[in-house]
């Protein structure tokens, strides 16, 4: 076990406030930051520990950030979301790579949509997830950061309708 400390900041902001076209605008931005100092039993002999390290909370990002950019006028909306995470650990030791720490490097993804209503019934909707074409990187060793292997999912998009009864 051991201490979490932290801060999150959230801010939603219409820009009503703006002129004409730009007042149909808004922005959507949240942050989060996070230190632990987590103490690991990695053997013990009779429930007594006896080798002991001390790390981050493993799934935990010290630093994580998004922001959403939109407009949303009468039948139509688009927005687009950028989502950061910083490094983080996956397990303590890596499990069989003679490592000390298994983790994920930093990752930031960039998404967008459109919706537009066709009629009061009928919607359009357009999707793109991970526009940037980020990957996932695991590596072992803290200090080094060795690539072990990194995944690609790749961008993805969706055309849809939603029609109401």
Do not use: C
Request: hydrophobic share 35%; proline share 3%.
């Amino acid at each position: 076990g051991g201490p979490l400390k932290g801060v999150e900041l959230n801010m939603q902001l219409p820009l009503t406030f703006l002129p004409g076209f730009w007042q149909d605008f808004g922005l959507l931005a949240n942050y989060t930051h996070v230190t632990s100092d987590i103490d690991y039993v990695l053997q013990s002999a009779n429930g007594v520990p006896t080798l002991t390290t001390t790390n981050d909370l493993i799934g935990l990002s010290k630093d994580a950030a998004s922001a959403t950019l939109y407009y949303e006028k009468d039948d139509f909306s688009i927005r687009t979301t950028g989502s950061y995470r910083s490094g983080y650990l996956r397990s303590i030791p890596s499990g069989g790579n003679d490592s000390d720490v298994l983790g994920n490097k930093s990752t930031l993804f960039v998404d967008a949509s459109a919706s537009y209503n066709l009629t009061s019934n009928v919607t359009l909707i357009l999707e793109a997830q991970n526009l940037t074409d980020e990957r996932n990187t695991l590596y072992i060793d803290s200090v080094r950061q060795d690539t072990l292997f990194e995944t690609r999912i790749g961008r993805t998009f969706t055309v849809g309708v939603t029609a109401r009864f």
